[in-house]
């Protein structure tokens, strides 16, 4: 499902327009992007939690020379699935 086919499914539950429902989908995805980003965690009881985690400095080797590399730390973002997610998963 991509974005334009969840604003429709959405729309369809919500009795709005696939417009406005699109619109509502942007604002949460600016809204959660700008809270991780802050390093803030994001949680939804139930569905998931986001948050912003840190990447330690580690060895690694380029793929192309077999040469040992240090990759530099950093963040990424996890999601991890609530119970209700998890539940939904398993039917």
């Given at each position: 499902?991509?974005?334009?086919?969840?604003?429709?499914?959405?729309?369809?539950?919500?009795?709005?327009?696939?417009?406005?429902?699109a619109?509502?989908?942007?604002?949460?995805?600016?809204?959660?992007?700008?809270?991780?980003?802050?390093?803030e965690?994001?949680?939804?009881?139930?569905?998931?939690?986001?948050?912003?985690?840190?990447?330690?400095a580690?060895?690694?080797?380029?793929?192309?020379?077999?040469?040992?590399?240090?990759?530099?730390?950093?963040?990424?973002?996890?999601?991890?699935?609530?119970?209700?997610?998890?539940?939904?998963?398993?039917?």
């Amino acid at each position: 499902m991509n974005k334009s086919e969840l604003a429709s499914a959405v729309a369809e539950k919500a009795g709005v327009s696939a417009a406005q429902a699109a619109a509502v989908i942007t604002a949460m995805q600016d809204v959660l992007v700008d809270a991780v980003a802050k390093g803030e965690k994001v949680s939804v009881p139930g569905f998931f939690s986001l948050e912003r985690t840190e990447r330690a400095a580690r060895q690694g080797r380029n793929p192309q020379t077999g040469e040992s590399m240090t990759i530099p730390a950093g963040f990424a973002a996890k999601l991890t699935a609530g119970s209700a997610l998890k539940n939904a998963v398993k039917k």
